[in-house]
């Protein structure tokens, strides 16, 4: 069964983040915040050590810190990011992401309208 997101887009709601954020020993956590025809948005939480291998995506992204630190390669580079960061990732951008503390964060993928560049 599909995971239900957090928010539901037809009606209002807030969250704490800090209090949605879930951590487990040695691993990483995922919970989906927000899915819409144009997007969606996930939070992340990361063990110390952690990583997500290199990969792309189709979409446009944001990615913000949110607690912690990790190390976030982005095209080849590698950006030491830290709480309050906020990093936007082009499509077909490879990156990937290692936590060098427990952190978390925010990621937003935006979707391209059909027939519109990116």
Known sequence: MPEQP?????????????????FVANGIAS???LKTPGGRVVLFGFAAGQE??????????????LSGECTFSLAGRAHALKAGDL?????????????????????TLLHAAPGSPG
Do not use: C, G, W
């Not at 037809?10 to 800090?18: A, T």
């Not at 997500?52 to 810190?65: D, G, K, N, Y």
């Open 87 to 107: 990093l936007y990732m082009p499509p077909q951008a490879p990156h990937a992401v290692k936590a060098t503390t427990p952190f978390s964060m925010l990621l």
């Open 52 to 65: 997500l291998t290199e990969h792309t995506s189709p979409h446009h992204a944001l990615v913000q810190i």
């Open 6 to 22: 957090l928010i539901d887009p037809n009606r209002e709601r807030l969250l704490s983040l800090p209090a949605e954020t879930q």
């Open 31 to 33: 919970r989906l915040v």
